[in-house]
């Protein structure tokens, strides 16, 4: 079936700009989670969203962060106001529970 | 201190070496552990999966979970240059998100 998927594979774009990550989880995966990934880095956590529950954002690095899920299916990521430091590959996992995650390829971004 | 500690790396060997990764962790109540694999310019995809204590194996993978040291391996046998990548560790307590390690880049060199 088909996985995670993740829109656009890259952005560029300039510093100051909002940019809108897009997420597709599995078709009735209940969680859904958000990493930031640096070069040669190990994945950073920033928002998990579980069923109806409130997302626990404990990762979020700064108010220019926000996500949303409509419809306990699809995700946005938005970054307000970007900064050069906010260049990295943002990934989206769903899964089914709080066990196993299967990770889209990503949205590599680029801030200029 | 980190919840996971992973060395980065990067690991080298030659092709055919048996490959040796490990994470340590300070949480004694995790009880799912898993590894991924990561290819250059790819989402992580999960290679392995254990719950509690033991070895599971699969192929040319084993993992292994000692959950009285908190401390967990993955094993490649007869390693090939498709096996180079970066191995990341994860776990989880019930019903709570994964953990991950740093992740460890490994080549495998022809």
């Known amino acids: 079936g088909a996985g995670v998927s993740q829109s656009p594979s890259n952005k560029v774009t300039e510093k100051g700009k909002d940019v809108e990550l897009r997420c597709d989880p599995i078709s009735g995966h209940t969680a859904l989670y958000w990493y930031r990934q640096s070069l040669g880095q190990g994945l950073e956590f920033l928002i998990y969203f579980q069923g109806n529950s409130a997302p626990d954002k404990s990762g979020l690095p700064s108010d220019r962060f926000s996500a949303e899920r409509t419809g306990g299916s699809v995700s946005t990521l938005t970054i307000q106001r970007t900064q050069q430091e906010d260049s990295a590959v943002y990934l989206c996992a769903s899964s089914l529970g709080t066990t196993t995650e299967y990770f889209g390829p990503g949205t590599r971004l680029t801030v200029t | 201190q980190k919840e996971v500690e992973q060395d980065p790396g990067p690991l080298s060997v030659p092709e055919g070496a048996i490959v040796s990764l490990n994470c340590t962790y300070s949480?004694?109540?995790?009880?799912?552990f898993m590894w991924y694999r990561q290819y250059s310019r790819k989402g992580p995809e999960l290679l392995m999966y254990?719950?509690?204590?033991g070895n599971k194996e699969d192929g040319r993978f084993t993992a292994q979970v000692d959950k009285s040291s908190k401390y967990i391996s993955l094993f490649i046998r007869d390693s090939q240059p498709s096996d180079s990548a970066t191995y990341l560790c994860a776990m989880s307590l019930v019903g709570q998100k994964l953990v991950f390690g740093q992740g460890t880049r490994l080549t495998i060199n022809p």
């Open positions: 254990t719950y509690s204590s």
């Open positions: 949480n004694s109540a995790f009880q799912y």
